[in-house]
């Protein structure tokens, strides 16, 4: 498997010790954390490397049985270009698991480094053009909502964004670790549109 912008590597190591691991990441520290932390792990294959997403993918055609890449679609000025290279990585028949921010036109927060805006059906429709099938699509992370609404406002009040993001983030690990489901659904009901998406995609159509 290769994750694309790994970070942290949350996703990453989620993976069985008998996974082969590769990654890229533009940060060299998270490169070095994540040699060390398979090493520690135990897996038996990984390589990770330092690598510009805007550039290709430093792998030949058809290397990859699944690719992941959280959170970071966003970020790159040539969308497209990037979800034909990951088509062209892997396998046939192969996943590509996709996260992305969505809905936040209703919230443009100052400084966003997002260079992409998405909707569902934009998210769909690209990557239906790119080769790719959705196999599973899940709007989810609708109790942030509230929080990016009021974010504009309250960044012009630095106390103000401080208490903002102690109450948000303080907020969702309580609603992760309790009472995810009911509360998304919940606020689902009531009309509020979810912050995040993740679809489950499979090559060819």
């Known amino acids: ?21 590769h990654g890229l990441e533009i940060s060299r520290s998270a490169i070095d954390l994540a040699w060390r932390e398979a090493w520690r792990r135990g897996y038996d294959e990984y390589s990770f490397r330092q690598h510009d997403l805007h550039d290709p993918l430093p ?11 959280s959170h970071v679609l966003e970020h790159i ?20 698991l996709l996260f992305v ?9 100052t400084g966003c480094k997002h260079v992409q805006k998405y909707a569902t059906s934009r998210v769909l429709q690209k990557a239906r053009q790119c080769g790719f099938r959705a196999t599973r699509i899940q709007e989810h992370q ?17 106390p103000l964004d401080l208490l903002r993001e102690a109450v948000q983030y303080t907020t969702c690990f309580l609603v992760v670790l309790t009472c ?15 912050t995040s998406l993740f679809v489950g995609l499979k090559k060819g159509i």
């Open 142 to 158: 609708f109790f942030d909502r509230p929080f990016k609404m009021f974010a504009p406002f309250a960044r012009r009040h630095f």
């Open 1 to 21: 498997m290769l994750d694309l912008g790994f970070g942290n590597g949350a996703l990453l190591f989620s993976f069985e010790r008998n996974c082969e691991l």
């Open 77 to 96: 000025q040539n969308d497209s270009a990037l979800l034909s290279d990951i088509h062209r990585v892997l396998k046939p028949s192969g996943h590509l």
């Open 59 to 69: 792998y030949p055609g058809g290397s990859f049985d699944l690719v992941i890449c």
């Open 180 to 194: 995810v489901r009911f509360v998304e659904k919940a606020l689902m009901r009531a009309g509020v549109r979810a």
């Open 101 to 109: 921010p969505i809905h936040e036109e209703t919230s443009i927060e």
